[in-house]
T-cell receptor
């Protein structure tokens, strides 16, 4: 059973609008969460992270929200740009050691001009 | 950018042949990882290393072995490749200092086992 779920395999958004990517987890011991972005034929690149002591973290156009009681996090991209079109992976961890990271299956975001 | 290079980037091989994928990093990061990416599964950890000659198994280690003889190099070996090992393989290192907790990935190695 997947510990980290991204139930939307794909999402299409109009340029300039908000993109919301969702992620759910089952392990209540997870205390560190990350989002990675992946373009075709490239490796994933780190986007933003949040620890369980916070419920929100912002970095420019990207904001991650964490709802611990619901075991849910979301990534908001505002405004969305065509260059944001990529696959987004959510990851969760107990502590911030790489061997503990559990990745979701990814959501493919398409930002339409 | 952690300066991670993987080789080969693409390989086609036949069932039963041995395959070695190489990961080289230039950042002197202590921790290194091998993941595989498959549709519907995201990234799954195969093996990781926490120092020279120190390695451990990940979630999907069966059929794979690793070696780390130098800080900068981490090798993944498929002793006898099977079609189920057709995948894209990513090497990663764990950032240190201000990048603690951040994984840096290589560009991937696409392996096809016929």
């Amino acid at each position: 059973d997947q510990q980290v779920k991204q139930n939307s395999p794909s999402l299409s958004v109009q340029e300039g609008r908000i993109s919301i990517l969702n992620c759910d987890y089952t392990n209540s011991m997870f205390d560190y969460f990350l989002w990675y972005k992946k373009y075709p034929a490239e490796g994933p690149t780190f986007l933003i992270s949040i620890s369980s002591i916070k419920d929100k973290n912002e970095d420019g156009r990207f904001t991650v929200f964490l709802n611990k009681s619901a075991k849910h996090l979301s990534l908001h991209i505002v405004p969305s740009q065509p260059g944001d079109s990529a696959v987004y992976f959510c990851a969760a961890s107990e502590g911030n050691y790489g061997q503990n990271f559990v990745f979701g299956p990814g959501t493919r975001l398409s930002v339409l001009p | 950018d952690a300066g991670i290079t993987q080789s080969p980037r693409h390989k086609v091989t036949e069932t039963g042949t041995p395959v070695t994928l190489r990961c080289h990093q230039t950042e002197n990061h202590r921790y290194m990882y091998w993941y595989r990416q498959d549709p519907g599964h995201g990234l799954r950890l195969i093996h990781y290393s926490y120092g020279v000659k120190d390695t451990d198994k990940g979630e999907v280690s069966d059929g794979y072995s690793v070696s780390r003889s130098k800080t900068e190099d981490f090798l993944l070996t498929l002793e006898s490749a099977t079609s189920s090992q057709t995948s894209v393989y990513f090497c990663a290192t764990l950032g240190q200092g201000r990048n603690t907790g951040e994984l840096f990935f290589g560009e991937g190695s696409r392996l096809t086992v016929l």
